[in-house]
C-alpha cells in the first residue's frame, strides 16, 4: 500500500514557475515507476511524465517536453515535477500515480494569461 499526498500547486503568470511535490509512504516506493497526470476540467486525466524506479529514465508527453523535468529522491520517499515557462493550458489538477495503481487527491495549478 502507498499513500500519496501532492503539493506546490498554485497560481502562476503565463510563463512562471511551479515546482510539485509528491510525497509517498510505505517503504517500496522506490521499486515502482511514478508518474504526473493531470486533468482539466471537462476533460480526461492525461500523461504527463513518468521517471523508472531508479530515477534514471524519464518520459513526457509532447506538450511538456523541454518545459517540465521529473525527478525523484528514493531516500525521501518523494517525486517532483519541476514546471517551467507554464501556459493557460497547462492549467489542471496535477496527480501523482506509483506503480499505475496509486492516486494521490491531486494539486490544483492555475495560470493566468
Known amino acids: 500500500q502507498v499513500h500519496l499526498v501532492e503539493s506546490g500547486g498554485g497560481l502562476v503568470q503565463t510563463g512562471g514557475s511551479l515546482w510539485l511535490s509528491c510525497a509517498a509512504s510505505?517503504?517500496?516506493?522506490?521499486?515502482?515507476?511514478m508518474g504526473w497526470y493531470r486533468q482539466a476540467p471537462g476533460k480526461e486525466r492525461e500523461f504527463v511524465a513518468s521517471?523508472?524506479?531508479?530515477?534514471?529514465?524519464?518520459s513526457y508527453a509532447d506538450s511538456v517536453k523541454g518545459r517540465f523535468t521529473v525527478s525523484r529522491d528514493n531516500a525521501k520517499n518523494m517525486a517532483y515535477l519541476q514546471m517551467n515557462s507554464l501556459k493557460p493550458e497547462d492549467a489542471a489538477i496535477y496527480y501523482c500515480?506509483?506503480?499505475?495503481?496509486?492516486w494521490g487527491q491531486g494539486t490544483q495549478v492555475t495560470v493566468s494569461s
Open positions: 500515480n506509483v506503480g499505475g495503481t496509486y
Open positions: 510505505g517503504r517500496t516506493f522506490g521499486t515502482y515507476v
Open positions: 521517471i523508472n524506479s531508479s530515477g534514471r529514465s524519464t
